[in-house]
């Protein structure tokens, strides 16, 4: 009975370490980067460039996520970027829209940002997208400005240029090489009565701005000031509260005024003299059978 359950234990793991080793040693491509990415943290953990690899992560599916990513990529977008002085607005209307394409190379060698490698490469696009965005904006501001002119348009291959310049500089320090960057499409800037209507629309929109946050000072004034108004009548009724609750009998007293101003003489229920009428709390008039009681 032993022996049957040590053969079962030495299947049982003879069987283990065939899966791991089935499942872990992974062969990679020349032309591509080997990926672990965690699925529980959603992070890179790993990435291995050798023709043959262990990768224990493998045999665990539910927990990781091993695949191989290109090393050379293609990001074709089209960049947006606002012009000057009109980049407060949130309009595509004037904006300059530049359909490009990038190609790239990842030098396994130098490429140390791991994290860019998730999603299937998908975050090392989004990368790559806002380098191309940051060179071509800022050499549009150098060409564009102090003052907007469409006219520098008719030399966007000079621009572009200098964009790619700097773009392959950024690209190269995170281990990202630029093969190619080629306008895929024309390229759509806003004229000079849209420019002029934008600046009409911010200034507009500066005007509203400013007027809104006026009401908004005021308004906190107003209610800084009706809430010191309701702690004074709170305090107020406060100190009315105590006075009744120490002196019930006012409350009559408050009735009968209100009655009529030529009432001089009223008893109460208890038969006592309604107070404060007289210095002597103590008076009690002689009652008849004709005297009416008017809080009956």
Request: proline letters at 4%; aromatic letters at 10%; a positive charge.
């Amino acid at each position: 009975m032993k022996s049957f359950i040590k053969k079962i234990i030495l299947f049982i793991f003879i069987a283990a370490a065939a899966y791991v080793c089935f499942f872990s040693i992974i062969s990679l491509e020349p032309d591509r980067i080997g990926v672990v990415e965690d699925l529980r943290r959603q992070s890179v953990v790993k990435i291995f460039t050798k023709r043959y690899n262990f990768i224990w992560e493998a045999s665990i599916p539910c927990w990781y996520d091993v695949y191989k990513v290109e090393k050379k990529r293609r990001l074709t977008v089209e960049l947006k970027l606002p012009i000057p002085e009109l980049d407060s607005l949130k309009n595509d209307q004037y904006t300059v829209r530049i359909p490009v394409s990038v190609i790239y190379s990842i030098d396994a060698d130098k490429f140390f940002y791991q994290s860019y490698l998730a999603e299937r490469g998908g975050e090392l696009d989004d990368a790559v997208g806002k380098i191309a965005r940051g060179g071509f904006s800022l050499t549009l501001n150098q060409y564009l400005g102090p003052v907007y002119r469409p006219d520098a348009f008719n030399n966007f291959d000079r621009i572009t240029a200098d964009s790619i310049e700097k773009i392959r500089a950024d690209l190269k320090a995170i281990g990202v090489s630029c093969d190619r960057l080629i306008l895929t499409g024309s390229v759509r800037y806003p004229k000079m009565n849209e420019y002029f209507e934008g600046i009409n629309h911010k200034n507009e929109l500066r005007k509203l701005e400013e007027k809104n946050e006026k009401d908004l000072k005021m308004l906190r004034s107003r209610l800084k000031m009706d809430k010191l108004e309701n702690e004074e009548m709170f305090s107020k009724l406060n100190v009315l509260s105590k006075i009744i609750k120490n002196n019930p009998d006012i409350l009559k007293y408050i009735y009968i005024d209100k009655i009529s101003p030529n009432v001089k003489v009223i008893l109460s229920s208890d038969g006592r003299v309604a107070p404060g009428m007289f210095d002597d709390e103590k008076y009690q008039p002689a009652r008849k059978k004709t005297d009416v009681d008017n809080l009956k």
